[in-house]
């Protein structure tokens, strides 16, 4: 079903994270892997550039009349390449204008073209050098000996690069003070390979996300010990055995194992992990028998365990992880006799139990949790009478209670929630009487009504919420009717009103006046190409989807080069 709203909200989006490189061409994610100083020339009204930011504008619009970068400021110089990079003008061409520029950072994350006839100038820039990014680009093992020149590099970033093996990491060991290391998404790395890891001492940070071939090479970590996080998400090769040598490094206080084959035999070898605050087992093949070494880590304040084979039996330990701010249960077996054992957890601040077996019962075991701002409650048997448990929760900023047996009755016992932002009632049983109920929420920013039963009438009620960021309601009774109302909420900046098939072109006609608007889908309605001249005045769109309606791409396309500039994403595509 096209454009279809995203029901479990980040939960269903695979272990991605910000700035993450994705090869794939759906956009979820708008900014590099490393996060650089980024030039706009979208000015507001009334605002004037400074003169440096037209010097940089002017610089990298002529770039082809210079043939060197090097006389100029190396902080100059820096700012062009970077706008260039914005902009995607540089070529390799233009790159040998920064020959010997004693440049600091190269953020080239997924830019088109990077390849080894590009790192004789990258390694030009010598002892200058801090960082490079060079993920998803066509580098090779042989692109990888010009960084020998760069014995000051600090971090390195080489996600998705296919063309590099264990041929290649041999000559990166002589950077000595690298801190930070990535190799997301590498097949050819091995544990041999590894090997050339061992002289990195300086590692704080070493991300080998799905890399497959990493079983045994966890050995060459145990003399890094400087070494604060380690990410081994998606390694399924990973195995108790593998969980002896990180005994050794003692600082660390990340860890993250997901999807591994690693047991609660495994887990006991973290036991002398002081420092560990994070650590991730979402999916690894452990039960509740492993609480009792997770409570021997005295600093643990954030547990992933979704997806594990924990039951209610043996939770008992639960209750001595006293200093959890985080917990994550999701997806487990564990009933409202657990939550008994959560009840002591003070210190809460999220706790995840999406489709688990709790249902109203357990709810009363949270009521204490004053520190509590997230909780999760997808896919569970909570019902209505059990919120009447969290309506002293005065922290909670955001509860999901999507596919859960809430309804219009429910959302009266959220009127306390004073400290409110985000609401999911992807819900069957809410209608409009139920959204009568949230008018005394002014804090909300986001709320998503998928699924629910809601209709032109019921939009009246959230012209009260003056705050939302985020609105979503995907059900299907909205008309052009509905949508009038939606046009006073005015700090907008994602809306989904996919599935309403009723909505026509009236419909883009008040939406024009949300400017803030990021994101907009409007997915299986009746609306046509003659109708997206209303998007004109929403500068700052940079996603829009219209699929299955009777628009094109190339109507879009005319749209996005004569009014919106910043659109990046659209669909159809």
């Given at each position: 079903m096209g454009g279809v709203c995203s029901r479990k909200q980040e939960q269903d989006i695979e272990d991605s994270s910000p700035g993450e490189y994705c090869k794939s061409g759906s956009l979820k994610r708008l900014t590099p892997s490393f996060s650089y100083p980024m030039m706009s020339f979208h000015l507001q009204n009334g605002e004037c550039p400074s003169l440096l930011d037209l010097c940089i504008q002017r610089i990298s619009?002529?770039?082809?009349?210079?043939?060197?970068?090097?006389?100029?400021?190396?902080?100059?110089?820096?700012?062009?390449?970077?706008?260039?990079?914005r902009s995607h003008r540089l070529t390799a061409a233009f790159l040998e204008a920064f020959r010997d520029c004693a440049l600091q950072d190269l953020y080239l994350g997924e830019y088109a073209g990077v390849n080894d006839s590009w790192m004789d100038v990258i390694s030009s820039q010598g002892s200058s050098l801090l960082s490079v990014d060079l993920s998803g680009s066509d580098v090779t093992d042989f692109g990888l000996t010009y960084l020998k020149a760069c014995e000051n590099l600090l971090a390195l970033n080489l996600n998705h690069c296919d063309h590099i093996s264990d041929y290649g990491l041999k000559y990166i060991s002589g950077l000595t003070n690298l801190t930070s290391l990535s190799f997301r998404r590498n097949n050819a790395i091995s544990a041999q390979g590894m090997s050339s890891f061992s002289g990195l001492v300086s590692l704080v940070k070493l991300d080998l996300e799905r890399c497959p071939g990493v079983h045994g090479g966890l050995v060459h970590l145990q003399g890094l010990t400087k070494l604060e996080s380690l990410n081994l998400k998606w390694c399924n090769c990973i195995t108790d055995a593998d969980m002896k040598p990180l005994s050794e490094l003692t600082n660390l206080t990340s860890l993250e194992i997901s999807r591994s084959k690693v047991t609660d035999f495994g887990v006991t070898f973290l036991g002398g992990l002081q420092k560990l605050s994070m650590l991730n087992l979402e999916g690894c093949l452990v039960t509740s028998a492993c609480l009792g070494s997770l409570a021997e880590l005295p600093a643990l304040s954030t547990l992933n365990l979704n997806s594990c084979k924990l039951s209610s039996n043996g939770c008992e330990k639960l209750s001595q992880l006293g200093n959890l701010k985080t917990l994550n249960l999701g997806s487990t077996d564990i009933t409202d006799a657990c939550l008994a054992h959560v009840k002591g957890l003070t210190k809460l601040e999220s706790l995840i139990l999406d489709a688990c077996k709790v249902g109203d019962r357990g709810l009363a075991n949270l009521a204490g949790l004053r520190q509590l701002k997230c909780l999760e409650l997808s896919e569970t048997e909570v019902g209505s009478n059990g919120l009447r448990h969290l309506s002293g929760l005065s922290s909670l900023e955001k509860i999901n209670l999507s596919f859960t047996e809430v309804g219009d009755n429910g959302l009266r016992k959220l009127r306390g929630l004073?400290?409110?932002?985000?609401?999911?009632?992807?819900?069957?049983?809410?209608?409009?009487?139920?959204?009568?109920?949230?008018?005394?929420?002014?804090?909300?920013?986001?709320?998503?009504?998928?699924?629910?039963?809601?209709?032109?009438?019921?939009?009246?009620?959230?012209?009260?919420?003056?705050?939302?960021?985020?609105?979503?309601?995907?059900?299907?009774?909205?008309?052009?009717?509905?949508?009038?109302?939606?046009?006073?909420?005015?700090?907008?900046?994602?809306?989904?009103?996919?599935?309403?098939?009723?909505?026509?072109?009236?419909?883009?006609?008040?939406?024009s006046g949300l400017t803030g608007l990021i994101s907009l889908n409007v997915s299986n309605s009746r609306i046509t190409s003659a109708g997206l001249r209303h998007l004109k005045p929403l500068k700052?769109?940079?996603?829009?989807?219209?699929?299955?309606?009777?628009?094109?791409?190339?109507?879009?396309?005319?749209?996005?080069?004569t009014d919106l500039p910043n659109l990046v994403s659209f669909r159809p595509e």
């Open positions: 619009q002529d770039i082809d009349r210079y043939s060197s970068m090097s006389i100029l400021p190396r902080d100059i110089s820096q700012q062009v390449f970077n706008e260039l990079v004073s400290s409110l932002k985000s609401l999911n009632l992807d819900a069957r049983h809410i209608t409009d009487a139920g959204l009568a109920a949230l008018t005394s929420l002014t804090t909300l920013t986001d709320l998503d009504l998928f699924g629910a039963k809601i209709t032109d009438s019921g939009t009246n009620y959230l012209k009260s919420l003056k705050n939302l960021r985020s609105l979503e309601i995907c059900s299907g009774g909205l008309t052009d009717a509905g949508v009038k109302n939606i046009k006073e909420l005015s700090s907008l900046m994602f809306l989904n009103l996919s599935q309403n098939g009723n909505l026509t072109n009236k419909s883009l006609e008040f939406i700052n769109l940079r996603s829009l989807t219209l699929e299955s309606c009777k628009v094109t791409a190339i109507d879009i396309k005319k749209l996005q080069s």
